[in-house]
């Protein structure tokens, strides 16, 4: 109720604003007009200097929410895992996770992110001396290219089988498991559920025509002389300085509230946990994490939300997330203030969208047990 | 261990040789041997800080010992013991904390561990669940959550937790020291309705009549040794250490 509320009142504002600017003529007609300025980042796009200005703010969107959904997805399993690492019995591995945590917390991401940059990045060598591993990777400071996939023809149908197939494997393993419940013993429900699923998905690509080839990257020289390297999935160094940077940053935060979220348990819940013969895996998952989740999720959401506002940073390596075309169209054309109020309505959505999505998952959590 | 030679011919069902556990510098044990046989019940007493949390955890490795030697229904807890949880499964424990899941309902506190440790079916488990409730007094409680319990109920719930495993041995620690008063005695009543059963059970407990009752044999423990050993009778009526009438005369 009191989100649904704030979520209005911020919608008003930023409606109030918008007509603001519209009244002081500084409306958004110019967003219709070309670029005049092109990406060396895109994804999932294929914008040129001649599309329109609000062409080029989404592919800053799609450059932002493509930082935000990667990194939030790699910096949760990097904390969850380096926040259980601290507190593992093996000496070593707690104070590795524990020099992590406290170098990295206590220094500012921005410095972090230029580093990864300039220091760790950008020193990898020219492309014609790229580094080489197994002929997949090519590290070089133009791209990090790594092995990918590229889609045919059927890749359509054949995603549509999968996902059937993924949705019946789901169905068969819930059976299972009421059967399991029932009868006892174990019936490998997720055994069988992967086979399934990989035994479809596996029959009819052959049956499609093979939709996905590998594409690997491979180094090139053309007529002129020029190397290059081609193929594969090619992340430029911008935007894996960013990602590392708030992955990294963002984790050893996650880790923090992880630890804490698990020693603020009593002792006690493991032990007659592990006094009744549940494996160490069953406790964690069983008895520590449904509990602790409880605790965990709303500074989690919290940890979102700053990666997603830091992202923002970006843009001091000009990676072209959403600050950075906004900058580069006022610096060509001005209009800054609807400019800015189109940025700022651009993180509230998608602040609010995370909001959102971990609340239903705080309230599920909250709901199971008291 | 010259008590035990008369009942030698019993097998036993821990041995503990010579046990010592530390805690960095400070050793909590310093040397304990005791032998526990089937259907025996051994009540262990003693001043607060002398060891017996420490030993009786030491049974299921919840501590792990730095000497000595201990033997659980013939396998030997040790480094290389492979299957830990096994030898667990077949002791139950039961906390002075209580230490039940809160975010479970009493039913699937009571169920989880056989389903996930032992495959037994769902149904199976619930109904030997009702049974076990039955057995100590509370199946109206069984879809409740811990927290909507008394501390003497959530106590009972707590040891029909234990008992679903099905173990040979059990182990109680303090089981009523977190009580308040009033609760105690349904506890004890369902403890000595287990004893009578036949289980085999290790109790740490200061309510030296419930004891006495219900003990095949008592361990006086102080600073991380046995001090002495005995009947109740033998105990109760001529203690041989100074130490054990000392503490005997402080808690009766
Ligand atoms: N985890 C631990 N770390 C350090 N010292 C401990 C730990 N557990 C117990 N001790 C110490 O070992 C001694 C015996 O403790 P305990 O077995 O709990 O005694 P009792 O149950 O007889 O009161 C006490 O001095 C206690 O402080
Ligand atoms: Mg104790």
Redesign the pocket.
């Known amino acids: 109720m009191i989100q649904a509320a704030i979520a209005a009142g911020a919608g008003l504002i930023v409606f109030y604003l918008v007509v603001k600017a519209l009244d002081l003529d500084l409306g958004y007609g110019f967003l219709s007009g070309p670029a005049g300025f092109n990406f060396s980042n895109q994804w999932l796009t294929n914008y040129d200097s001649n599309d329109s200005r609000l062409g080029a703010y989404g592919v800053g969107i799609l450059n932002t929410v493509r930082l935000v959904a990667i990194g939030i997805v790699m910096t949760t399993v990097l904390g969850v895992l380096a926040g259980i690492a601290r507190l593992s019995d093996n000496w070593l591995v707690s104070r590795v996770a524990m020099v992590y945590v406290e170098t990295i917390r206590n220094t500012p991401l921005l410095i972090q992110i230029v580093i990864w940059y300039t220091v760790v990045l950008l020193q990898l060598p020219r492309i014609a001396e790229a580094i080489n591993v197994f002929d997949v990777f090519y590290l070089s400071n133009r791209a990090l290219a790594l092995p990918y996939v590229s889609t045919g023809g059927n890749f359509g149908p054949w995603l549509i089988i999968v996902v059937v197939g993924a949705v019946a494997a789901i169905v068969l393993r819930s059976w299972l498991r009421r059967r399991e419940e029932r009868a006892g013993g174990t019936q490998h429900a997720t055994a069988w559920a992967l086979a399934l699923f990989a035994v479809v998905s596996v029959v009819t690509f052959f049956l499609t025509g093979t939709p996905l080839e590998p594409d690997t990257p491979s180094l090139e020289i053309s007529e002129v002389g020029l190397l290059s390297i081609i193929g594969g999935l090619q992340v430029s160094p911008e935007f894996a300085a960013v990602l590392l940077g708030l992955v990294i940053y963002t984790g050893a935060f996650i880790a923090e509230i992880v630890r804490s979220g698990i020693q603020a348990l009593p002792r006690g819940q493991d032990e007659a946990a592990a006094a009744l013969g549940l494996s160490g895996y069953q406790r964690m998952t069983l008895i520590i994490l449904p509990q602790a989740l409880r605790v965990i999720i709303p500074p989690l959401t919290n940890q979102y939300l700053n990666l997603t506002k830091n992202s923002s940073l970006a843009v001091a390596i000009a990676y072209p997330e959403i600050i950075w075309v906004g900058k580069t169209m006022i610096n060509n054309i001005g209009h800054a203030v609807p400019l800015f109020v189109l940025i700022f309505a651009t993180y509230l959505s998608l602040s609010l969208a995370i909001s959102v999505v971990m609340n239903t998952f705080n309230r599920r959590v909250q709901l199971a047990g008291r | 261990m010259t008590d035990n030679d008369s009942i030698d011919a019993r097998v036993p069902i821990i041995i503990c040789e010579d046990v010592t556990v530390s805690?960095?510098d400070?050793q909590?044990l310093k040397g304990i041997s005791a032998r526990v046989y089937e259907q025996e019940v051994v009540v262990i007493f003693?001043?607060?800080?002398?060891?017996?949390?420490?030993?009786i955890?030491t049974i299921n490795r919840l501590?792990e010992h730095d000497g000595g030697r201990i033997v659980v229904d013939g396998i030997e807890l040790n480094d290389d013991v492979g299957n830990l949880e096994q030898i667990r499964s077949e002791i139950g424990m039961v906390f002075q904390q209580f230490n039940l899941f809160p975010h479970l309902s009493v039913m699937r506190n009571i169920t989880l561990a056989p389903q996930k440790v032992r495959g037994v079916p769902k149904q199976e488990a619930e109904e030997q669940a009702m049974e076990l409730l039955e057995r100590v007094g509370i199946p109206e409680q069984a879809q409740k959550f811990p927290t909507q319990l008394s501390g003497g109920q959530q106590q009972r719930v707590a040891i029909a937790r234990a008992l679903a495993m099905k173990p040979k041995i059990m182990l109680f620690?303090?089981p009523t020291s977190a009580l308040d008063p009033e609760m105690i005695k349904e506890v004890l009543d369902v403890m000595g309705e287990l004893a009578h059963s036949g289980m085999t059970m290790m109790i740490?407990t200061h309510e030296m009549g419930f004891a006495r009752e219900v003990a095949d044999r008592f361990l006086f423990?102080d600073e991380?040794l046995v001090v002495e050993e005995g009947t109740p009778e033998q105990i109760f009526t001529n203690p041989k250490e100074d130490r054990t009438k000392l503490f005997l005369s402080q808690i009766l």
């Open positions: 805690f960095g400070f909590a003693g001043p607060s800080g002398s060891g017996k949390s420490t030993f955890r501590e620690d303090e740490v423990f991380g």
